[in-house]
């Protein structure tokens, strides 16, 4: 089957804590990107790649960290320097034009 | 800086209406516009996307038309059925990043 996963569903962390989440795509895409999404807000872009070893920030991408070494796999680091790490967290990837993005299921981080 | 305003927030209907769910956007150099379906917990589905070149998209009972001289798509949706309740969202396409709209809330009711 082709498409994106993401893992864990549900990830726990105690504040102060760096944690990974991971995203693979098995769909030979070459762009990637990483979503936050709050509770009755829209997506906000963190991070994206167009191409291996290469990214750049979004719109929110203080207190993440992201790496892009296989064409596969994009995880995203979620710092201590995070305010407001507990949220929704969705990966995606699309493919040439016209560049329509699909998505994994998400994971949901919750820090306390 | 694109924005992107979807209209209402939230819908409730009876099944079988037929609805109109709007999205509109602040700069019309887009280069592409996607509606996509959210259940709750979930990611991401999506369901049609229209080009910049193209005035509409249809699948099934979905129809999604863009205007870019007026800044506007919306998705029709025919028919409602319970299991389209759902948060439906549109995105439009920059020069290489998606701007997305907070979503509507849809309903509905047997």
């Known amino acids: 089957d082709g498409g994106i996963t993401q893992s864990p569903k549900y990830l726990f962390r105690k504040e102060g804590q760096n944690v990974t989440l991971s995203c693979e795509q098995n769909?030979?895409?070459?762009?990637m990107y990483w979503y936050r999404q709050d509770p009755g807000q829209g997506l906000r872009l963190i991070y994206y790649?167009?191409?291996?070893?290469?990214?750049q920030k979004g719109d929110i991408a203080e207190g993440y960290s992201v790496s892009r070494e296989k064409k596969e796999s994009f995880p995203l680091t979620v710092t201590s320097a995070q305010k407001n790490p507990t949220a929704f967290y969705l990966c995606?990837?699309?493919?040439?034009?016209?560049?329509?993005?699909?998505f994994g299921p998400g994971t949901r981080l919750t820090v306390t | 800086k694109q924005e992107v305003t979807q209209i209402p927030a939230a819908l409730s209907v009876p099944e079988g209406e037929n609805l109109v769910l709007n999205c509109s956007f602040t700069?019309?150099?887009?280069?592409?516009l996607q509606w996509f379906r959210q259940d709750p917990g979930k990611g991401l589905t999506s369901l049609l996307l229209?080009?910049?070149?193209?005035r509409e998209q249809t699948s099934g009972r979905l129809n999604a038309s863009l205007d870019k001289s007026s800044g506007r798509s919306t998705l029709y949706i025919a028919a409602s059925q319970p299991g389209d309740s759902a948060t439906y969202l549109c995105?439009?396409?920059?020069?290489?990043?998606?701007?997305f709209g907070k979503g509507t809330m849809l309903l509905v009711s047997p």
């Open positions: 995606a990837s699309s493919g040439d034009s016209p560049y329509e993005q699909y």
């Open positions: 769909l030979n895409h070459d762009a």
């Open positions: 790649s167009q191409i291996v070893n290469d990214f």
């Open positions: 700069d019309s150099a887009i280069y592409n």
């Open positions: 229209i080009q910049s070149s193209q």
């Open positions: 995105a439009s396409t920059g020069y290489s990043t998606l701007t």
